[in-house]
């Protein structure tokens, strides 16, 4: 059978022809068992306090590194841009000429 609530197997066993004592004993023997067994089976399933540890170290590296990465990206684009970025000095020759080429016609 299994328990629907945690999805474990229940291993239940039938008390033929005991006193009520021993039946009582023995229930009581098998639910501390069982719920050791349940306990158990929960702590293997929850994180430990060190692998939180090494995630929580995880993310503050993998956040630093982004943030770097995002900083050096800031940069170079900002050096694309003043590379771009056309210069007066430059646009007045290049009015000249058109000009020039105007009046050439």
Known sequence: MIDPNSGYRIITYKLINKPSAEKSA??????????????????????????????????????????????????????????????PKASRKFEHSVDRQRTDI
């Open 26 to 87: 023995s229930a009581n023997a098998r639910i501390a068992c069982r719920e050791r067994l349940h306990h158990a089976q929960e702590e293997k399933g929850r994180p430990s306090i060190g692998e939180f540890q090494r995630l929580r170290e995880k993310l503050r590296t993998d956040g630093e590194r982004i943030q770097r990465e995002i900083e050096e990206y800031n940069e170079l684009s900002q050096m694309v841009m003043q590379l771009t970025k056309p210069s």
